[in-house]
């Protein structure tokens, strides 16, 4: 099995955009409603790129089966040492170790860039997650009631962090 964690490319955007509606349409892992064109999704990649903001693949045998990134946490000055990430795994490739692989080389990243603290929302219905992301270091820090609404049901979001100092 050869795997490989890289730099995202225009080209890995089919799979990238394949993974993230197929949460958006099944999920509370992503709160949209509608799935993405690809249009949206090239125009997400060129905005991460021009700020220098990566998103990272795993591929296993040149399949692209997860992608991570992050970006700003809040628009003002003050938060600029933090960032908000984002992970998403094929639902077929959970459990097996990529996830962990792909946030490993994420926070490595958001240290080599200077970030002071990682944060990520997590859907309260998803305590794998909330265990994954414990796992690695992350804390909890705070559950918003009722936040979102998605398939008729109010949603709760969990907020975790991790120092990166």
């Known amino acids: ?29 992503n709160y949209d409603y509608s799935p993405k064109t690809i249009a949206f999704q090239k125009n997400w990649f060129r905005e991460k790129t021009e700020k220098g903001l990566p998103v990272i693949v ?9 992608f991570a990134t992050y970006g700003t946490f809040r628009p003002k000055p003050a938060y600029q040492y933090t960032i908000e990430h984002s992970i998403y795994l094929h639902q077929h490739a959970r459990g097996k170790g990529f996830g962990k ?3 490993i ?7 080599k860039n200077g970030y002071h603290l990682m944060v990520g929302g997590i859907d309260s219905n998803n305590l794998d997650s ?11 820090i705070g559950r ?4 979102g609404r998605k398939f008729d049901k109010w949603l709760d979001l969990i907020f975790v962090q991790l120092s990166l100092d």
């Open 1 to 29: 099995m050869d795997i490989i964690i890289r730099l995202a490319t225009e080209k890995d955007l089919n799979a990238i955009l394949e993974i993230n509606n197929y949460e958006i349409l099944h999920s509370t892992i």
């Open 58 to 66: 795993l591929s296993v045998d040149k399949q692209v089966l997860g």
């Open 101 to 103: 692989q792909l946030m």
């Open 105 to 111: 080389e994420l926070i490595r990243l958001a240290k």
């Open 130 to 140: 909330l265990e994954f992301h414990k796992r690695l270091g992350f804390q909890e």
């Open 144 to 147: 918003f009631k009722e936040v």
